[in-house]
């Protein structure tokens, strides 16, 4: 059973940082984490759904959207299975809701229909 739960969102002000995690809730679902590429992504109002970051099973490649590369980041630690985000130099356009989501596969991929598994969200809301 595989029940991601993110965590960390708030209310921030531009220009500060923000660091979500996201961890696997359900039982003997670590080794979906552990074993499957991860990604972070977003929705905000109106908007569709859209890529953010993503993380291969080891953590050895990593890919992100045009729109927030070189301020975030997305790492994971495999012994505590927990796949993380920071968040760096937020604007105004980051205010989302962020979903976590597990691929089926090992790979870094920004494809949504390769992710089997969603969280709930968590809220990241920018004020200027």
């Known amino acids: 059973q595989v029940q991601l739960v993110e965590s960390g969102g708030g209310l921030v002000q531009a220009g500060t940082s923000l660091k979500l995690s996201c961890v696997n809730s359900?039982?003997?679902?670590?080794?979906?984490?552990?074993?499957?590429?991860m990604g972070w992504f977003r929705q905000a109002p109106g908007k569709e759904r859209e890529f953010v970051a993503a993380?291969?099973?080891?953590?050895?490649?990593?890919d992100y959207s045009e729109s927030v590369k070189g301020r975030f980041i997305i790492s994971r630690d495999r012994v505590k299975n927990i796949i993380y985000l920071q968040m760096n130099n937020l604007n105004l356009e980051d205010t989302a809701v962020y979903y976590c989501?597990?691929?089926?596969?090992?790979?870094?991929?920004?494809?949504?229909?390769?992710?089997?598994?969603w969280g709930q969200g968590t809220q990241v809301t920018v004020s200027s």
């Open positions: 989501a597990a691929s089926r596969t090992a790979a870094a991929t920004s494809t949504m229909n390769t992710y089997q598994y």
């Open positions: 359900g039982r003997g679902g670590g080794r979906i984490i552990s074993n499957n590429g």
């Open positions: 993380i291969s099973w080891n953590g050895g490649t990593t």
